[in-house]
């Protein structure tokens, strides 16, 4: 008979030591994407929702082939990053957060692979294929903007 991780107290405990491990290495970098975002604000709400929603699916994510792309694809579904994306030109949502990381971000390439989930050389190719200048978004990402309804109140 085997036991679930979720009926086994020895199990839990480690999954939830794991986890606030995996918290204090990602909070950081998951805290600067949601602010570029979602502004100073809305910005550490998204990623509160977004570790809650990680926490409880923990094992299962753990269990997942690839945990650090199932966890940074809850943080992106929770700032909302590509249905309002900042007016960068990407060819895909990756090269996008690529672009956001390292260039508006200042990550390294091997940083931005791992926060990310994939290999450092896919990320450092969709990191330079552009100028860095051609990275910088129209409004700054300390603009308040995102936090503050749209002037027609829509």
Known sequence: ???????????????????????TLYAGPYLAYARVHLGPRRGPDAVERAFGALVRHWLRIVGSSNPAVAAWEQLVAHTGSRVRPLPLAARSPLEYDAVVLHHLLDYSVARTADITGHHPSKIGYLARTRPATAARPARPAAESAPDEPPPDGS
């Open 1 to 23: 008979m085997t036991v679930s991780a979720s009926w086994c107290p020895a199990r839990r405990a480690r999954g939830a030591v794991v986890f606030e491990g995996f918290r």
